[in-house]
């Protein structure tokens, strides 16, 4: 096996040895096929879009472990402290050499390769040693983080000390932690296991040492606050590798899928046509014909006949405060007889009549209590055909923290992570778990984004998590509001730098639906296009500043008022009417 070569030849050979290449392929299928239901892959290439929105966030700046970037020049210096850590390793296995555990690794040949999404182009032997080299300088990185009694197990050789730093204040630290959790720079951890089970006289003894480094490592990346009393996961049987790892600690387990069903309603027969679903939890979302959504939209038009009355009720109320003397002239207006038979008319009578038609939108989206926008006339018919298709990534829309902060919404922080987000209608507060920018933390949350875009199957639950974020943060001011609530903690050079870092954050793979959070989403979005204030910025900047109808109308209102005061004017004692002493000019 340890000969045994890729299954695919190298694009750079000019010949093509076909009966090899059958003996390659038969022996690969005999080999792989006890591993190829077992072993899922879990190390990806990062997605082609994510990779050209930051590319420096994805590709190793120091050190490369695994096969996909092992052999690049720039990553090949680091070599001699690989074969160092090796040295030192050798020296603490239990009566055997390195050759005996290289001998070992490659049993595991097909395992290996079965983790990798990539076609790997060399054989076994140098696999294993490649996967024994780069798992000893991990192991040897990873002790300074093993917690057990409170110290550290082992200490740094003076080789590695300018690399390894327990406080992690070098740049060279920094760097090889973002490097080791780069999607396409990780190793299996079974091949870690299978490295500490020849350095410890049990099996219980080398898990409980791996998961003590992975633990440490992880409160140190994790850019949430990681509870004390953190449940015991199985390692490797549940986590295939470092990122996986990481990923299962901060991102919480959805026990519904979200995943969206069509199902179509006919109208004649009244026939539900339901697919087949392969599990009861699944979210079916129904859509119905044109002639019910035609029948909807005239009981709704019928309930829009007191929106005129509630226009009128608002400005009777704020007029009837008011007793000087043009506003008792427009009292005496308003409770005349046309106008009274006029506000008995039916508002779908009242919207056509001419000047009327001005203030339907206005009136209607004022008094509305919908919560989505009024939508021209041309966009409605588009509106009922993706009423029951997921929004796009660019769509999801919330409003800003300085927004939402003026609009009356509280910040409040939690000792959690992505499943501690809540929204307190009643107290108009939002719950959102404290998370730590620091120089690590963008290639962190972007490679934990690749990784559950290529690996979930499920909803893409911390891709939408950035994707709130990147909502509710447009600019500084939003980082300052969210930092000074303790939301944000901020160990970058400036507010501006946090603000780059989420807005950068805004490419996704596929579309997806995260119940609990949408519910969060949809919940901010309807408390806060309710509010009055929002409602009447909202309305002054669509049909006033917006509309030169509307102006127009303003315009005409206000002359034919000035004309009818100037005509009652002339045959009433304008002194009289107005109130006003005739004693001043005297």
Not at 62 to 86: C, D, F, I, N, T
Not at 201 to 225: I, R, Y
Not at 496 to 513: C, F, H, Q, Y
Request: proline letters at 5%; a negative charge.
């Amino acid at each position: 096996m340890s000969s045994s070569q890729s299954t695919m030849p190298s694009q750079s050979d000019s010949k093509f040895d076909e009966l090899k290449w059958i003996i390659q392929i038969r022996r690969t299928l005999e080999e792989e096929l006890e591993y190829d239901s077992e072993v899922p892959v879990s190390i990806f290439n990062v997605p082609k879009a994510l990779m050209a929105s930051d590319p420096d966030s994805y590709t190793p700046q120091q050190v490369g472990l695994g096969p996909y970037h092992y052999w690049r020049p720039e990553l090949y210096e680091m070599q001699r402290y690989k074969l160092a850590a090796a040295k030192r390793s050798r020296k603490q296995l239990q009566s055997l050499n390195f050759q005996t555990l290289v001998d070992q690794l490659i049993k595991f040949d097909p395992r290996i390769r079965a983790c990798y999404h990539k076609n790997l182009d060399f054989n076994g032997e140098t696999l294993a040693w490649m996967m024994a080299i780069d798992a000893s300088f991990l192991l040897e990185f990873l002790q300074i983080y093993a917690i057990k009694e409170g110290k550290v197990i082992a200490r740094v050789s003076s080789r590695m000390s300018h690399l390894v730093d327990y406080a992690g204040r070098k740049s060279a630290h920094n760097t090889i932690l973002k490097d080791m959790v780069m999607l396409e720079n990780q190793i299996p951890l079974f091949v870690l296991r299978k490295m500490l089970e020849f350095q410890f006289p049990s099996l219980e003894a080398a898990d409980d040492m791996l998961l003590s480094m992975l633990v440490g490592l992880c409160k140190e990346l994790s850019p949430f606050k990681l509870v004390e009393d953190l449940p015991k996961i199985p390692v490797p049987a549940e986590c295939a590798h470092l990122l996986d790892f990481l990923y299962h600690m901060i991102v919480p387990k959805l026990e519904e899928p979200s995943e969206i069903i069509e199902v179509v309603v006919d109208d004649q027969n009244q026939d539900m046509i339901v697919p087949q679903l392969e599990e009861p939890s699944e979210i079916i979302e129904v859509v119905v014909d044109d002639q019910n959504q035609d029948m909807q939209g005239k009981e709704k038009s019928s309930s829009n006949s007191s929106y005129v009355k509630q226009f009128l009720d608002v400005i009777w109320n704020m007029l009837s405060k008011l007793n000087c003397g043009p506003i008792s002239l427009i009292k005496k207006v308003l409770v005349s007889r046309p106008v009274k038979v006029i506000l008995k008319l039916p508002w779908t009578i009242l919207s056509n009549l001419p000047g009327f038609t001005i203030l339907k939108q206005p009136v209607e989206y004022f008094f509305s209590q919908e919560k989505e926008e009024v939508k021209p006339e041309n966009e409605t018919s588009g509106l009922n055909n993706n009423i029951s298709k997921p929004p796009l990534v660019e769509e999801i829309t919330i409003p800003s923290v300085s927004d939402l902060s003026k609009a009356g919404f509280h910040f409040l922080p939690t000792n959690g992570t992505i499943s501690t987000i809540t929204f307190d209608i009643k107290k108009a507060t939002i719950y959102l778990p404290t998370v730590g920018i620091d120089v690590n933390t963008e290639v962190i949350l972007r490679n934990l984004v690749a990784y559950e875009a290529s690996s979930a199957s499920g909803p893409l639950v911390f891709t939408r998590y950035t994707e709130l974020m990147n909502g509710i943060i447009d600019t500084e001011e939003d980082v300052k509001l969210l930092r000074e609530r303790g939301i944000i903690l901020n160990r970058l050079k400036s507010d501006e730098e946090v603000a780059n870092l989420w807005n950068g954050m805004s490419k996704s793979i596929r579309l997806t639906k995260v119940p609990f959070l949408d519910k969060v989403i949809e919940d901010v979005n309807k408390y806060y296009n309710g509010r009055w204030t929002v409602k009447a910025g909202k309305f002054l900047k669509l049909y006033v500043f917006g509309s030169w109808q509307f102006l127009t109308l303003l315009a005409a209102i206000l002359l034919l008022v000035m004309t009818a005061m100037q005509a009652v004017c002339s045959f009433y004692s304008c002194s009289h009417i107005l109130r006003v002493s005739t004693n001043l000019y005297q």
